[in-house]
């Protein structure tokens, strides 16, 4: 990747994570005080929190809300607000949400293990018995929809529904500029952003940033493929792209096809599973979409999926 996109890369991230600290639909001289107001509604609604031993980490998580249970699986150099701002409000307004940060992320120190899909899954299973929840629905977003397809594929009997927004399941889902921009991306590229800021203020050692980047990255510089095991997933799935983003539309396509997607509903019924592709949304955009996610989110989980097609 050249200099000018990486630029216009590092750009989009600071853009994004600047909106995610803003609640939706909040602009202008009143946006501070609605800030705060969000903050306090989000705190509000908090029911528990702390740190969990699993697998040799302390994993930071919080729990918002009552009812249903869902898991909420950040996306890379994420943590609970940053990435979840948006959706976290509003999904807990009926349902119990556990957001978690991942190893080496937010609260959750690093610890001398590496980095991988299939080890964040099973910290994510961890927490669910540390919370004494048999089963709920998850949500990953990137980095956090690969680790929800791992988790569903490593511990299908915790996973009722499957939400992934933007996330691959193989290493060849990404466009292919994208795939080969990962091996130049490098600490540089986050310098005086709110990444490196939140970074340093959760007490890292700010010298060690450079190797937190590197080693983020390193889940993405290894090929993977779960293609078939993803197939075989017998939980619903609602996978979600934007239409600029970096994920393939045929590898979308590839998985909604296998879960009964690709024949007309009005004659052979609608297949348990769901796809969207957002229009005019980007792959860092994703999180900024929360007011027409949220509507496709519920009403997959909340739907009778056994249920005939509508009629006139």
Request: aromatic residues 8%; contains cysteine; glycine residues 8%.
């Amino acid at each position: 990747m050249n200099k000018h996109l990486l630029n216009r890369l590092s750009l989009a991230i600071v853009v994004m994570i600047a909106a995610s600290c803003q609640p939706a639909g909040k602009e202008g001289p009143n946006a501070s005080t609605a800030h705060e107001d969000s903050l306090a509604n989000q705190q509000a609604q908090l029911t528990d929190s702390g740190y969990a031993d699993i697998n040799g980490l302390k994993m930071y998580y919080e729990v918002h809300g009552a009812g249903k249970p869902i898991v909420l699986l950040h996306g890379s150099f994420m943590n609970i607000p940053l990435n979840w701002a948006h959706i976290l409000p509003r999904l807990a307004k009926d349902r119990k949400v556990i957001v978690a940060e991942m190893q080496g992320h937010g609260r959750t120190r690093d610890i001398p293990r590496a980095l991988s899909y299939k080890g964040m899954a099973d910290d994510v299973s961890g927490l669910l018995k540390h919370l004494k929840i048999d089963s709920a629905d998850i949500l990953g977003y990137s980095m956090g929809g690969g680790v929800a397809f791992q988790v569903a594929v490593r511990h299908p009997e915790q996973v009722r529904r499957l939400v992934v927004l933007s996330g691959t399941y193989a290493h060849d889902g990404w466009w292919p500029d994208v795939e080969a921009s990962f091996a130049t991306m490098n600490a540089d590229m986050f310098r005086g952003t709110a990444i490196q800021k939140q970074y340093d203020s959760l007490g890292n050692d700010p010298a060690r940033f450079p190797e937190y980047v590197k080693k983020v990255m390193s889940i993405d510089l290894k090929p993977y493929e779960w293609t078939r095991e993803v197939k075989n997933i017998q939980a619903p799935v609602f996978m979600a792209i934007g239409d600029a983003d970096g994920i393939r539309y045929e590898h979308a396509l590839e998985l909604f096809r296998a879960k009964g997607g690709g024949k007309m509903g009005d004659i052979h019924g609608l297949p348990k599973s769901r796809l969207a592709i957002i229009p005019g949304t980007t792959h860092i955009g994703m999180m900024l979409r929360a007011d027409w996610l949220i509507p496709m989110i519920t009403d997959f989980l909340d739907a009778d999926l056994d249920a005939p097609p509508p009629t006139f």
